[in-house]
């Protein structure tokens, strides 16, 4: 139950740092080597090699972050915002030093006066380090990855 | 009466500017589709998507709904995706197989892989003395006008008559060449993943940035800025950063005047070649193992030839964006007159190492995926390009930059030394679109 809880508290705590557009202490969440990848299509078993939307160690989210906060990331000006809701939390696998969770998300988002739904599931595999957990992946299989794309992803999901 | 209403088109487009209902209204989206999107050779998809007898993908050309597959004589079919009998759409997925025929979900009328009527239930007591039956064509699924495949890359016209497809692509086909040259087998398979992104703009708005060398250092900087950072940070750490970091940090390491060293050849089709090294050559271990492998295919003369070729990207009109040196594509599939679907592949060599392969793959998932931190920019332009474009606010788009100083030679363009920022491709492509469309001349 303990760590049912904590593992929920992460999560909530995860989605939270993307609404509030708290990049860096987001990317904070990961592990050093952690890396957060969105396959088109379930059926992927892993990012190497392979056509992803998002396949990215931290120096890549680095880039992402990089950019949005730059004065002239264009897109970036106008009103934006994303609301996650994140549920059905499962813990798939534990050991001493690492938990694997599956959950759902919904996100909406805000772009100018468009409104777009994203959803889908969460894998996290999580490292238990002495300041509390850190993500070293984030899979995320969106129900809508296979769906033609109105605009882009400009964050994570 | 309806050739009363359409518009002199010759008129909207002047040397150096072109109206904004070019853009914007809706009567000339029709006749662009009607001239130039079902009459033009458009590309279908590569051969390798349909491998097997029965395999299909659906392919919108113009307005019209199609259908790519393979026979099972090897043959690779265009077919209007619609049952003669009651119009249903034969097949509503994106792509799939049709097992030994086409089967209508409708009536159970049936097709062979090349559109011919196989069979309708109980033909004999149901059409005996009606028009219909097995003799008559309007009984079989109608097929593009026109289908012809170059190294594999498929494409249909639905119009009779006009230039055969080597004819029309003339010097563009460098595109297939370079990406095919490139493998040691002579040969691309496509990578069987699409990405499909949809611009909020008028088509042509698209195909006018990808031959833009202007606005990679405006649009493109806060990209360019943040790779350069990582990218040093990481030289730092490691001595040497991923090629696909050096493809981003280009976008502000390459200052603007520094893009006016790109060339534009312009041809008379509106095809457009973009030259310009993309360092794709580095010394590494990788790039060398490569080399050797094509010194084996094709001799040391022909791999300097081949790897020597200098193209950033070939733009063929109406709507294929080819970046051959990376092995991908865009198709661009006009949805609306402000709407717009891009559909993005990429490739991998035949022959070639796996490294190889990773370098088209990092720049297709950094640049061409639906995440992409390269084309978020653009697509905002083009969005508020076309927003702009719908106002009274002005009659004209320009495409003066560097008019008058272009140097042509019969009927290709190029833009003049040193100024590769010219929009000789806009000019260039608008004077294709002004003949496409002419009132029947």
Redesign the interface.
Known sequence: MKTQHEVEQFLYRQAELLDSKQWQAWIDLFTDDGVYWMPPEPSHRTWEGMPAIFAEDKNLMRVRMGRVLHPDAWSQRPLWGTNHVVSNVVIVKSSTNEVQVRSRFHMMELRRDDVRHYAGAYTHRLKKTRGGYRIKLQRVDMTNAQAAYDYVLQVWV | MLQERIPDFSKFVEPDRVRKEVYTDAGVFEREMERIHETLWIYCGHESQVPKAGDYYAVQLGRQPMLMVRGPEGKVHVLYNRCPHRGNMMCGDRHGNTGEFFRCSYHAWTFHHDGRLRNIPMMESGYQGTRYGRDNPECSMKRAARVESYRGFVFASLAKDGPTLKEFLGASLVAFDDMCDRAPEGEVEI?P?C??????SNWKIFLENQLDALHPSV?H???G???H??EK??EKKTGKAPLS?HM?SAFATVTIDKWDNFQTINHPQGHCILTGYMGLRPKDPDTLKYEKTLIKAYGQKRMEEILGVNIHHVLIYPGLSVQSPLQQLRAVRPLGVDRT?TEIW?FRLKGAP?AI??RS?AY???VN?????V???D???FWKCHQGLSSDGGDWVSFARHFGRDIEKDGVVESGPGMGTSEAPMRNQMKAWARYMGNGK
């Open positions: 990578v993943n990405f499909r992104i949809i611009q909020h649009t900087q806060s990209t800025r943040a790779a950072e990582v940070m990481i970091y981003l679907l990429h796996e392969y990773r793959l297709y998932n950094l995926s639906p995440a992409t931190v084309n978020a920019d697509l905002e332009n």
